[in-house]
């Protein structure tokens, strides 16, 4: 089993930046990517970007030149810089580790308000 941990949400302004984190532990030898997804009121899961394990990276395109994903191997934790954020970036964003099988964190909310 994997577990993931997030952390680095909050409120932030329009125009503003966050930037996520995602901690693994466990058997991290098995996953082959990471990413973020999320989930806004009402609306489906969907992803926002993904790195794989050899760096390679996609990206949603609503979220294309603002938002940038980057790892840290050897504390084997994700980020996700987030700039230019606007109100529909809100939502609760959720860290996905992907083996065999699909692992996800708790989440952590960003709302984008004045």
């Known amino acids: 089993q994997v577990q993931l941990v997030e952390s680095g949400g909050g409120l932030v302004q329009p125009g503003g930046s966050l930037r996520l984190s995602c901690a693994a532990s466990?058997?991290?030898?098995?996953?082959?990517?990471m990413g973020w997804y999320r989930q806004a009121p009402g609306k489906e899961r969907e992803l926002v970007a993904v790195i794989t394990r050899g760096g390679n990276t996609n990206y949603a395109n609503s979220v294309k030149g603002r938002f940038t994903i980057s790892r840290d191997n050897a504390r084997i934790t994700v980020y996700l810089q987030m700039n230019g954020l606007q109100p529909e970036d809100t939502a609760v964003y959720y860290c996905?580790?992907?083996?065999?099988?699909?692992?996800w964190g708790k989440g952590t909310l960003v709302t984008v308000s004045s």
């Open positions: 996905n580790a992907r083996s065999s099988m699909d692992h």
């Open positions: 466990g058997n991290t030898f098995s996953i082959i990517s």
